[in-house]
């Protein structure tokens, strides 16, 4: 059975969530790569407040292709990227935001794990390779956040992106072989 998640998500939808369990994501997400997830971290660090509601939310890590057609954002492309990249700060990024999930592909470390099961956290794997998949699930880019990133944060809304695979839980249990 495929369970419909509809972010943001409560720690109690979350605690239900099951390793291997499938998903379709039904609501607002943040897209973001690499700078901006340390941009995040960074305000974390010094207490300056973050310009998005993350209380519960999901983020993609994702470097989509969005463009500006007749005064509309169009996503062309949105596929996962390497999650790993940010293993070092996401257990501090799980703890002091409040994120329920995350999406992308190739999982995290155990650290992560290990604050995913503290602060009620899944890792959502995405199949590498399927970003016209993943564009066509969106229905509105709502915003574009930190313009001046060379990939900025996008806030989409999206309708039943997936199926997707609970890759990691918040009860401690991975598909992964080997926690990086």
């Known amino acids: 059975m495929v369970k419909s998640l509809k972010p943001p998500l409560s720690k109690k939808t979350v605690s239900k969530l099951n390793a291997g369990d499938s ?7 943040y897209v973001l790569r690499d700078e901006a997830e340390k941009r995040i971290f960074e305000y974390i660090k010094t207490s300056k407040k ?21 005064e509309k954002w169009k996503t062309v492309a949105l596929g996962p990227t390497t999650t790993a990249r940010i293993n070092d700060i996401a257990p501090k990024i799980i703890e002091k935001t409040g994120i329920s999930g995350i999406i992308g592909k190739g999982g995290l470390g155990k650290e992560s794990l290990e604050a995913m099961e503290e602060y009620g956290c899944v890792y959502i794997a995405f199949p590498g390779g399927s970003s016209a998949f993943g564009s066509a699930a969106v229905v509105n880019v709502q915003e574009k956040i930190w313009e001046d990133l060379v990939e900025p944060v996008w806030k989409i809304e999206v309708k039943n992106l997936g199926p997707l695979t609970v890759a990691m839980d918040s009860k401690g249990k991975t598909l992964y072989r080997n926690s990086h």
């Open 50 to 70: 973050v310009p998005m509601h993350l209380d519960g939310a999901i983020l993609f890590h994702s470097g989509p292709i969005i463009t500006k057609m007749e």
């Open 23 to 29: 998903v379709t994501i039904n609501g607002t997400i």
